[in-house]
């Protein structure tokens, strides 16, 4: 069983671009969560996301950041017209229903986003 | 309200030194606490929880925590570093929020192990 994947590992983009970070989840997980790693820091939390649902966005930076988790294909983390403070690691994780019980996330290798 | 402090951001120890790295805990609720170690440029791993059973908890590669709810403490140890556990930990606490899990994670503490 494949962990959780992130592509790309390592985005670099110039200022005012986008950034597209795709996480697939473990098979048979359900719910897809974001973090946020800056330098020197501890992950924040940004988004917890289900199946076509966006369960709790509260830690998501209120303009040029989205998130979706469609029904088929990976969840997408967006960043529209980024910016240097943008830079971090973005690490997905996710777990399977009913994990409320375990309090277990798989979490992911992450996105690197370099903003230049 | 949670929160996770880790005590020391940097913790050198020598190989076959005692591992100790600190966190405290703020909860309302009784929390739910794990650490997780993060190698260089890779993901987050689970070394171990508690989750309201035994307080002494065992972990992957030899590394154990307990809870102590006086001291709202649940220290990570080692009895014996070894190179290969030189990397960034970092403790959190989950809570059950509506339904699903709302986790926040301390600072994380780089230990470096000196031959």
């Known amino acids: 069983n494949a962990g959780v994947m992130q592509n790309p590992r390592h985005l670099v983009r110039r200022r005012g671009q986008e950034a597209r970070l795709r996480c697939s989840p473990m098979k048979g997980h359900s719910h897809v969560y974001w973090y946020r790693q800056l330098p020197e820091e501890g992950l924040k939390f940004m988004v917890y996301l289900q199946k076509e649902n966006i369960i709790d966005e509260s830690g998501m930076p209120k303009e040029r950041f989205s998130a979706e988790f469609p029904k088929e294909g990976p969840s997408i983390l967006r960043i529209q017209q980024v910016v240097r403070g943008d830079s971090a690691a973005y690490f997905c994780?996710?777990?399977?229903?009913?994990?409320?019980?375990?309090?277990?996330?798989?979490f992911g290798p992450g996105t690197r986003l370099t903003v230049t | 309200a949670q929160s996770v402090t880790q005590l020391g951001s940097h913790v050198s120890v020598s190989e076959g030194a005692l591992v100790l790295l600190r966190c405290n805990y703020s909860?309302?609720?009784?929390?739910?606490l794990f650490w997780y170690v993060q190698y260089p440029n890779q993901g987050l791993q689970l070394l171990l929880k508690?989750?309201?059973?035994?307080?002494l908890v065992k972990g992957i590669n030899g590394f154990e925590a307990e809870f102590k709810k006086s001291e709202t403490s649940f220290h990570l140890t080692k009895p014996s570093a070894h190179m290969s556990d030189a990397a960034e930990y970092f403790c959190a606490v989950i809570m059950n929020s509506g339904g699903y899990q709302k986790v926040t994670f301390g600072t994380g503490t780089k230990l470096q192990v000196i031959p």
């Open positions: 508690y989750t309201s059973a035994a307080t």
């Open positions: 994780a996710s777990s399977p229903p009913g994990s409320t019980r375990t309090y277990e996330q798989y």
């Open positions: 909860s309302s609720v009784p929390p739910y």
